[in-house]
């Protein structure tokens, strides 16, 4: 099994900044894809980026050039540094850790941290 534990998030003005981070543990001695996704209530739960265990960083194309996981990360951990927030990006914020081989292969997911921007 793996564990997540999410934190950051909160309530920002549109334009401002906010950090997310989630740290995995548990049986995490795989080949993985960390990752962040978002939801908004009634909405379908979508991906908006991730980073391999290889260190190599991955984004949705609307939150490019606005969202950077720090090259500095320590492995089984993914941050987002989220800059020039918009409305839009108001949602719950998941992190994922897919393991693709060893024993705990398959997908798990955080509890959720929410992300709001205000006008």
């Known amino acids: 099994q793996v564990h997540l534990v999410e934190s950051g998030g909160g309530s920002v003005q549109a334009g401002g900044s906010l950090s997310l981070s989630c740290v995995a543990s548990g049986d995490t001695d795989c080949t993985y894809l960390m990752s962040w996704y978002r939801q908004n209530p009634g909405g379908e739960r979508g991906f908006v980026a991730g980073?391999?265990?290889?260190?190599?960083?991955t984004y949705v194309e609307y939150v490019k050039g606005r969202f950077t996981i720090p090259q500095d990360n320590e492995k089984r951990t993914i941050k987002l540094q989220m800059n020039s927030l918009k409305v839009e990006d108001t949602a719950m914020y998941y992190c994922k850790f897919q393991c693709f081989d060893g024993a705990s292969t398959g997908a798990f997911w955080g509890q959720g941290t929410q992300v709001t921007v205000s006008s």
């Open positions: 980073i391999t265990s290889g260190g190599d960083p």
